[in-house]
């Protein structure tokens, strides 16, 4: 393991944490909030407290916005080539402390070590990437049909950003923001979730070390998050804001995005239908819905969260799936075999278990789980619903826990209707062995991704969003930059020859 050297000290006893920065960066230095604020970030895992870090207030906040827009114009002042370099540099670094920051991860999130150094390398692909969209940035040239002037369009940074990520994938939704705006020239206000800000504090620890320039990415951790934010959008100063996170809070920031007209990417909730089909091999369909499932422990937007399975493969689908999601290990994340964590807090297991109730008071059947388990730590059993009612709270609410509802299923139109029968739309899953039956279903599914007959779909290379409620905008792929930059058009008076 290897961490990098820093002149904050830290008070934690454990080693990873214990190197990592714990103040605001602001301009490029590391400083205590106003009045020395701080709060604690803790293990969901066992209780720890890992860290005191710097809890920003509006001043701070202030201060870190201002940092940016002084920066904005030098910054975007630089060639594609420098920010390309810096990116890789970065990239770099991160792999090569991925078992450190997988345990920080791990320390602040509660995720399997051999999840979150999976993370660690998704999030630092970001990084490369935009390392290299970086240097494609283009335009275009042509002259107005009457031919009388020159058309030239350029492309430039939106200019200062505020960026606001989420505590269940800390690094991987930094890099995903901070890269394609890094590439970009835009400078940052990067506010970290307040129970995983380790992991945010130690990328911009290493994108200094990188070379990033004081002032395009400042960081303030804060549980005043509504103050801060408001005041950063309400300023007038900030150009866009990228937001991953619930439903709920992004309407909040679109409304106030709209009184300054920012532009704005949003990330919001999912409630994923995963569609199995009479012919689907039913193996593959379970291999998908561990993977759709449990990721994260199905702390994730992407999750499988209605299981609709045709009845004539559901009793074999439930049952093999029940076995397998049985069979995992629950424990600590740096414990050497486990495979599901703790959930991040007392209220999100709390949410998971009440909608789990209100299955089975529905008619529903816990194939395994489905109850708390006993000690600390905030675990939640794998579990299995069978024969879960279409009435049940499950279906229209975001469980965010390692619940697998099945609903059996007769006619396609039928489940077509019933996977859109929701606000979001973020992902869908199908699975088939009929090419036909898969591009007929996955065009019809109200979703910005589907995943045929497998239950990853998140990738750097590719265009991550959703339509509906799911959000605004994608992040990754070629379009990724896009969102970060405007359109400038140059009328230029052309010389006709004769």
């Keep these: 393991m290897t961490a990098p050297t820093t002149t904050v000290e830290s008070t934690s006893s454990r080693p990873a944490v214990a190197s ?3 103040g605001l960066l602001i301009d490029g230095q590391w400083r205590d909030a106003v009045g020395g604020r701080v709060f604690d970030v803790e293990n969901p895992a066992t209780g720890e407290v890992l860290a005191a870090v710097a809890d920003a207030d509006p001043a701070d906040g202030d201060a870190a916005l201002a940092a940016a827009v002084r920066a904005q114009a030098s910054w975007a002042g630089t060639s594609p080539r420098y920010r390309s370099e810096i990116l890789r540099r970065a990239y770099d670094l991160v792999m090569s402390r991925q078992d450190w920051l997988a345990e920080v991860m791990t320390l602040e999130m509660g995720k399997p070590l ?3 150094k999976g993370e660690v390398a ?3 692909e970001f990084l490369r990437w935009f390392s290299e969209e970086a240097v494609r940035i283009s335009g275009d040239h042509t002259t107005t049909g009457d031919g009388a002037n020159r058309i030239i369009v350029t492309r430039g940074p939106v200019g200062p950003c505020v960026l606001i990520t989420p505590w269940n994938f800390p690094l991987a939704m930094g890099t995903r923001k901070i890269a394609p705006a890094v590439a970009a020239g835009c400078t940052m206000v990067l506010k970290p979730a307040p129970q995983t ?3 945010s504090l130690a990328l911009a620890g290493i994108l200094q070390e990188a070379g990033l320039p004081d002032g395009v990415l400042n960081v303030v951790n804060t549980t005043d998050a509504a103050t801060v934010v408001e005041r950063w959008m309400s300023s007038g100063k900030a150009r866009k804001v990228s937001f991953t996170g619930s439903t709920g809070v992004g309407k909040l920031l ?12 949003m990330e919001l909730g999912g409630n994923a239908p995963f569609i199995v089909c009479a012919d689907a091999d039913v193996d593959v369909a379970v291999d998908g819905a561990m993977a759709a499932k449990m990721r994260n422990m199905g702390e994730a937007c992407t999750a499988a969260n209605r299981m609709y399975v045709h009845r004539d493969v559901a009793a074999t689908f439930s049952e093999r799936l029940a076995a397998r999601m049985a069979a995992l290990t629950v424990g600590n994340g740096l414990d050497d075999g486990t495979e599901v964590g703790p959930l991040i807090d007392s209220a999100g297991r709390a949410k998971v278990q009440r909608l789990v109730d209100d299955a089975l008071a529905r008619g529903a059947t816990a194939l395994t789980g489905g109850r708390l388990p006993e000690g600390p730590g905030y675990f939640y059993p794998p579990t299995v619903l069978a024969d879960v009612s279409a009435d049940s709270d499950l279906m229209t609410t975001e469980v965010f826990g390692p619940v697998a509802p099945v609903i059996p299923f007769d006619d396609e139109d039928d489940v077509v209707d019933r996977a859109n029968d929701t606000d979001w739309g973020l992902v ?3 699975f088939t062995q009929d090419v036909d039956r898969a591009f007929d279903l996955s065009e019809r599914l109200e979703v910005g991704m589907v995943g045929v007959n497998t239950g990853v779909v998140s990738n750097p290379a590719a265009p991550f969003g959703g339509v509906k409620q799911s959000g605004l905008g994608r992040e990754g792929g070629k379009v990724g930059i896009d969102e970060f930059l405007e359109y400038k058009y140059l ?3 052309r010389r006709r020859g004769r």
Excluded at 255 to 262: E, K, N, Y
Aim: hydrophobic share 45%.
């Design 122 to 124: 998704y999030a630092a």
């Design 428 to 430: 869908g899953y199908v």
């Design 254 to 265: 679109l409304r106030r995005a709209a009184d300054t007209v920012m532009r704005s990417s």
């Design 114 to 116: 051999a999840e979150a």
């Design 20 to 22: 990592i920065p714990t």
């Design 197 to 199: 800000p380790l992991s």
């Design 491 to 493: 009328a230029v008076p």
